[in-house]
């Protein structure tokens, strides 16, 4: 994957394939640990203490279709390529927290990419879904878009119509572009 922004749909796809109805995702930079985070946290099902020590490897997936499966063991690695570091905890029945936390300044770090492009399909294909984006950074401050506040907005009218979703894909980037910057 080219940026982490496909990265975060990815975890995504695995929060909606676990059933979850409230997906939180925060991109965070702190400047004074020159860190980059990205935290995605779930209300699905869940994974059993098991399941989780193997969630890592790539030989290990709930996927019916193939016996392989990269994203997580792949942003892990990018992680640590950096040298920074990746987290999942899961409680069953409860949901599903990631963490991957990237040396800022490192030659390594993926760029973010624009994840207006990667959200605005993700909320209008999910309607029955809610999220809450977070950007955050210690110098700029920050902005917080919940589907839930933007579908009480729009009286009736879905995310997927056309005037709406280029207005998601617009505004998300503007705010990830004036928090976390250009």
């Given amino acids: 994957m080219r940026d982490l922004s496909l990265h975060i749909l990815d975890i995504l796809t695995n929060s909606i394939a676990a059933n979850a109805k409230l997906m939180h995702i925060s991109v965070i930079i702190q400047e004074d640990s020159d860190l980059l985070r990205v935290i995605i946290a779930d209300d699905g099902v869940g994974m059993d203490d098991v399941f989780l020590k193997t969630v890592t490897d790539p030989f290990s997936t709930t996927r019916t279709t193939r016996k392989v499966g990269l994203g997580i063991p792949l942003l ?18 409860e949901g599903t927290r990631v963490e991957a936390a990237f040396v800022n300044s490192s030659i390594d770090r993926l760029p973010i990419g624009r994840i207006g492009d990667s959200m605005a399909p993700v909320w209008s294909s999910y309607e029955d879904r809610d999220f809450v984006l977070l950007f955050a950074s210690q110098t700029n401050g920050e902005s917080t878009i919940d589907t839930r506040l933007i579908k009480q907005q729009l009286d009736g009218l879905p995310l997927s119509n056309p005037d709406v979703y280029m207005f998601l894909i617009d505004y998300i980037n503007e705010q990830q572009n004036s928090i976390l910057g250009g």
């Fill in 76 to 93: 892990k690695e990018l992680c640590e390529l950096t040298g920074g570091y990746f987290s999942i905890e899961s409680v069953k029945g």
